[in-house]
Each structure stands twice: as structure tokens, then as C-alpha cells.
């Protein structure tokens, strides 16, 4: 038995070391304007935007900028479908999905407890009952494995402090056939007047998603400013 033990340990103690020695996906230079300075894929990771700026997720102009209702109308949702809103903040795109999928379940994702907090006084306020708010990490949106239809990441995914662990992470939490809506602002669009780090290219999100064994399978165009990039599972 003492063998099997020291065994054990002695496999975690090689994993934690294998760990250790491999290579950062990241790089760090000087902070742009709007980033912080980490590096991932050749693209500066933007700031992120605090509970400060709650006010900006409910501003009246929302509705024309970005059409949340065409985006949540073209992700071809089903009654019971099971999603998670990553990046939730008030839950602005939680409360639209959640009557589409009475039978189903938005689960509220933010890293932010003041966030997480705002969003529990809108479900009150609502009264919707199938939206669950979770409390995310910076590395781990906190999810069962296998568990959800649909990953959705509106204007956040470019803020994530750590891309690569984030995805891993929901990747693990879709289901055989789940997918995930990448939701960012149209980097190439002059017409799009976002700070150059909260936007991004569809080059630069088909690697990076690829990266993680997401496969693209179609880009819809018919938001205002944004690009609706859908990726399901590779294996």
C-alpha cells in the first residue's frame, strides 16, 4: 500500500514538473493604450472592463449598435437547450436568451462578484427563473464537463486574461455536438469606433479558437458592428 502511495505521488510530483517546464503561451511587453501588456498569438490581450462601467452594457443606444435580439434570434436555439453566457455582466444577453429556452438553462458566467451581484438584482427583478449566475475565475469558467449546447462570448473574449485556459476550460464543458458563439467587434471596420484592443479580426479568432481544438463552421454578417463567428468541437 505505502508503494502504491509513494507511486501516486511520485506520478503527480513528474505531471507538476511537466507542467512547470512547458512553455508559457504567453509573452509580455509594454502596455498599449487600451491592453496590458500580455501577448497571446501575436495579439495584445485589451484591459478589462470593470463593474464600473456596468452602465455602458445597458446603455440606450445598445439596442441599434449592436441588435442583441437579431444575435440572439440568428443562434438557432432550442426550447431546452443548455447555455452559458461567458462574460455575463448584467446579464443583458442572459435575460434575452433565457424565454427562448423555457425548457432550458442560461448559465450566467462572470468573473466579477459585483457583476455576479448586479446580475442576481436583474433575475429578481425579472423574475426569470431558468438563469443560474456563476462565479468564474480568470483560468476557469467552472463548468461540468459535457454539459452545455451553446457557449456564447459577447465583447469579452478579448479581454480574458488567460485565453488559453478560459477555452480549454469551455471546450470541456460542451456537449458532443455543443458549439460556441464568438461574438467581437469588426476590427477592419472604420465604421466600428471601439478601441483598437476590443476589437478583432476573423483571422485572428480562427487561430486562436483553432488552437484549442475548435473548428469554424460559419461567420454570420448580419450584426450592425460585430462579427457571430460559430466553432463546434473538433474531436
Given at each position: 500500500?505505502?508503494?502504491?502511495?509513494?507511486?501516486?505521488i511520485?506520478?503527480?510530483?513528474?505531471?507538476?514538473?511537466?507542467?512547470a517546464?512547458s512553455?508559457?503561451?504567453?509573452?509580455?511587453k509594454k502596455?498599449?493604450?487600451?491592453?496590458?501588456g500580455?501577448?497571446?498569438?501575436?495579439?495584445?490581450?485589451?484591459?478589462?472592463?470593470?463593474?464600473?462601467g456596468a452602465?455602458?452594457?445597458e446603455?440606450d443606444?445598445?439596442?441599434l449598435?449592436?441588435?442583441?435580439?437579431l444575435?440572439v434570434?440568428?443562434?438557432?436555439?432550442?426550447?431546452?437547450?443548455?447555455?452559458a453566457d461567458?462574460?455575463?455582466g448584467?446579464g443583458?444577453i442572459s435575460l434575452?436568451?433565457?424565454?427562448?429556452?423555457?425548457?432550458?438553462?442560461?448559465?450566467?458566467?462572470?468573473v466579477?462578484?459585483?457583476m455576479?451581484?448586479?446580475?442576481?438584482?436583474?433575475?429578481?427583478?425579472t423574475?426569470?427563473?431558468?438563469?443560474?449566475?456563476?462565479?468564474?475565475?480568470e483560468?476557469?469558467?467552472?463548468?461540468?464537463?459535457?454539459?452545455?449546447?451553446?457557449?456564447i462570448?459577447v465583447?469579452?473574449?478579448?479581454?480574458?486574461?488567460?485565453?488559453?485556459?478560459?477555452?480549454?476550460?469551455?471546450?470541456q464543458?460542451?456537449?458532443p455536438?455543443g458549439?460556441?458563439?464568438?461574438?467581437?467587434?469588426?476590427?477592419?471596420?472604420p465604421?466600428?469606433?471601439?478601441k483598437?484592443?476590443?476589437?478583432m479580426t476573423?483571422?485572428q479568432?480562427?487561430?486562436?479558437m483553432?488552437?484549442?481544438?475548435?473548428?469554424?463552421?460559419?461567420t454570420?454578417?448580419?450584426?450592425?458592428q460585430?462579427?457571430?463567428m460559430?466553432?463546434?468541437?473538433?474531436?
Amino acid at each position: 500500500m505505502l508503494g502504491f502511495v509513494m507511486g501516486a505521488i511520485a506520478v503527480c510530483l513528474m505531471a507538476q514538473s511537466a507542467l512547470a517546464l512547458s512553455p508559457s503561451p504567453y509573452t509580455y511587453k509594454k502596455p498599449s493604450f487600451d491592453g496590458i501588456g500580455k501577448v497571446y498569438m501575436g495579439r495584445e490581450i485589451a484591459e478589462v472592463m470593470g463593474h464600473q462601467g456596468a452602465d455602458w452594457l445597458e446603455r440606450d443606444s445598445r439596442d441599434l449598435e449592436e441588435d442583441p435580439q437579431l444575435l440572439v434570434d440568428s443562434l438557432g436555439l432550442k426550447p431546452t437547450d443548455v447555455v452559458a453566457d461567458i462574460g455575463a455582466g448584467t446579464g443583458h444577453i442572459s435575460l434575452l436568451i433565457a424565454p427562448v429556452i423555457p425548457q432550458g438553462k442560461v448559465l450566467a458566467v462572470d468573473v466579477q462578484p459585483e457583476m455576479i451581484e448586479m446580475l442576481g438584482d436583474r433575475i429578481a427583478q425579472t423574475r426569470q427563473t431558468n438563469i443560474e449566475p456563476i462565479q468564474g475565475t480568470e483560468e476557469d469558467p467552472n463548468l461540468p464537463p459535457n454539459s452545455i449546447d451553446l457557449a456564447i462570448l459577447v465583447d469579452a473574449y478579448h479581454e480574458f486574461t488567460y485565453p488559453r485556459e478560459m477555452m480549454l476550460g469551455i471546450v470541456q464543458s460542451l456537449k458532443p455536438n455543443g458549439r460556441v458563439a464568438l461574438v467581437e467587434y469588426r476590427a477592419k471596420d472604420p465604421f466600428v469606433f471601439i478601441k483598437p484592443h476590443h476589437k478583432m479580426t476573423q483571422a485572428q479568432v480562427r487561430k486562436e479558437m483553432a488552437s484549442v481544438g475548435l473548428t469554424w463552421q460559419e461567420t454570420n454578417a448580419t450584426l450592425p458592428q460585430q462579427h457571430l463567428m460559430i466553432f463546434t468541437r473538433s474531436t
